[in-house]
């Protein structure tokens, strides 16, 4: 019995942001489906707005299997993984290994179409888009609490914004300037009424 899937469908259960109160309960699956739309974004930013050439299909994979590991160690909030380098270092090699767990449960014929998306390039210019997409998911969701109501995000919000500048990625100045507006609009000031 493969088993491969039936872990992917279980990202809908996992839970981010464990430490705040949110208004909307967040999983990784739907996460992952953001991150992987805000990579897409980014990479046609890159390569058709700034004349790049990031491998998009790599780049969307690359994000839609992002979070893979945390079915299988959950979602550890960011004040604990980056509380310092040594547990940071560790909870690489356990998101590693969890990779590789699941990875074994696919079909023999099949891992090798897979496996480079479950495990990252993580020096190549694609990834690094992803980890920009990741964190663009991020702001928006700060974002989204913050126009509920929810000043528990104002602090991640600065400091998300700040990490995205951090980046120095004109992708992400490019999306800043002409879509993140519109976040800040209700439905009936998308559309116009």
């Known amino acids: 019995m493969d088993k ?13 942001w464990q ?7 967040e999983n990784i699956m739907e996460h992952s489906h953001s991150v992987a739309i805000l990579t897409h ?14 491998d998009t299909e790599k780049a969307v994979f690359y994000a839609l299997y992002h979070e893979v590991s945390e079915v299988m160690t959950g979602d550890l909030p960011t004040p604990v993984k980056y ?11 356990l998101e590693r290994l969890a990779v590789e767990k699941i990875a074994d449960t696919l079909p023999k014929e099949m891992k090798g179409e ?10 190549s210019r694609e990834y690094r888009l992803v980890k920009a997409a990741d964190k663009l998911s ?10 509920s109501g929810n ?3 104002c602090k991640a919000k600065k400091t998300i914004e700040n990490a995205l500048k951090e980046m120095k990625l ?16 209700t439905l009936d000031e998308l559309e116009g009424l």
């Open 4 to 16: 491969f899937y039936a872990y992917m469908d279980r990202m809908k259960f996992i839970k981010r």
């Open 19 to 25: 430490l705040m109160r949110s208004v909307r309960d």
């Open 41 to 54: 974004a980014l990479c046609a930013i890159e390569n058709a707005v700034l004349g790049g050439n990031a």
């Open 83 to 93: 509380f310092n380098n040594s547990i940071h270092g560790e909870y690489e090699k």
């Open 114 to 123: 897979l496996y480079p998306y479950l495990q990252a390039d993580k020096s």
């Open 138 to 147: 991020a702001y928006i969701k700060c974002l989204e609490e913050l126009r």
């Open 151 to 153: 000043n528990e995000f």
């Open 170 to 185: 004109p992708a992400v100045d490019y999306f800043f300037e002409h879509f993140i507006p519109a976040f800040e609009l």
